[in-house]
T-cell receptor, first 116, second 114 residues
Framework: DARVTQTPRHKVTEMGQEVTMRCQPI?????VFWYRQTMMQGLELLAY????????DSGMPKDRFSAEMPDATLATLKIQPSEPRDSAVYFC??????????????FGQGTRLTVV | AQSVTQLDSQVPVFEEAPVELRCNYS??????LFWYVQYPNQGLQLLLK??????LVKGINGFEAEFNKSQTSFHLRKPSVHISDTAEYFC????????????FGQGTELSVKP
C-alpha cells in the first residue's frame, strides 16, 4: 500500500530550537509539496519540488525555513530558529507529474509542531 | 493571481439530507480541479478530480462534482449524507502550464447531525 510517510508525527520544542521534519514520498513520484495548515490561514503552500529541484518556495519564510531533497526518497523541511508562530500541522504530499498532467497529490499524515 | 474560494466555511446538515459545498476559482489559464476530504487528525484524501472530458465527475463515498467553466465553479454534491461524512472538505486547483502547483481553498467544515 503506497503512502507518503512523514516523521515525526508530533513534535514539541522550545522556541529557538532547530526542527527538522522528514517526508518519504511515494516511490516513483517526482513532485513533492510542503504545506502548512493553521486555523487562521488554512493550507498554505510553502514549497514544492520537481525531480528534486525546487520549483517554488515563495511561500516559505526564507530567514528561518529551508527545504531540501537530498535524494528522491527523502524531503526535509527545517526551521531554525523555531518560533511559537510556527506551531501548525505540516503536510508533505507527493505526485507523479509529467509535463502538465494533472495527477492528484497524495498526502502524508502530517507533523503536528508545537513551539513553546 | 490565481485563487480558490470556498463560499461556506461551515455547513450543518441533517443526516440523509442532500448537501452542496461550493467552490469557485479564479485563473487566467486552464486548470485541473480536485476535492479533498480531511477527517480529524488525518491527512487529506482525494474525493474526486476533474482533468478533462465530462464535466460531471463521480468520486468516492457517493460524492460528485460538476465543472462549470463559464461560472468558474466546481461544486461538490451528495444526495444523502451520513454521519460519517462529517469532515473538512477542500477544493483545490492545479494550474495548467504552471509546473503543477496545487492551490487550496480555505475549506468547508461539513457537520452532519442525526
Amino acid at each position: 500500500d503506497a503512502r507518503v510517510t512523514q516523521t515525526p508525527r508530533h513534535k514539541v520544542t522550545e522556541m529557538g530550537q532547530e526542527v527538522t521534519m522528514r517526508c518519504q514520498p511515494i516511490l516513483g513520484h517526482n513532485t513533492v509539496f510542503w504545506y502548512r495548515q493553521t486555523m487562521m490561514q488554512g493550507l498554505e503552500l510553502l514549497a514544492y519540488f520537481r525531480n528534486r529541484a525546487p520549483l517554488d518556495d515563495s511561500g516559505m519564510p526564507k530567514d528561518r525555513f529551508s527545504a531540501e531533497m537530498p535524494d528522491a526518497t527523502l524531503a526535509t523541511l527545517k526551521i531554525q530558529p523555531s518560533e511559537p508562530r510556527d506551531s501548525a500541522v505540516y503536510f508533505c504530499a507527493s505526485a507523479r507529474r509529467t509535463g502538465d498532467s494533472g495527477t492528484e497529490a497524495f498526502f502524508g499524515q502530517g507533523t503536528r509542531l508545537t513551539v513553546v | 493571481a490565481q485563487s480558490v474560494t470556498q463560499l461556506d466555511s461551515q455547513v450543518p446538515v441533517f443526516e440523509e439530507a442532500p448537501v452542496e459545498l461550493r467552490c469557485n476559482y479564479s485563473s487566467s489559464v486552464s486548470v485541473y480541479l480536485f476535492w479533498y476530504v480531511q477527517y480529524p487528525n488525518q491527512g487529506l484524501q482525494l474525493l474526486l478530480k476533474y482533468l478533462s472530458g465530462s464535466t460531471l465527475v463521480k468520486g468516492i463515498n457517493g460524492f460528485e462534482a460538476e465543472f462549470n467553466k463559464s461560472q468558474t465553479s466546481f461544486h461538490l454534491r451528495k444526495p444523502s449524507v451520513h454521519i460519517s461524512d462529517t469532515a473538512e472538505y477542500f477544493c483545490a486547483v492545479t494550474l495548467y502550464n504552471q509546473g503543477g502547483k496545487l492551490i487550496f481553498g480555505q475549506g468547508t467544515e461539513l457537520s452532519v447531525k442525526p
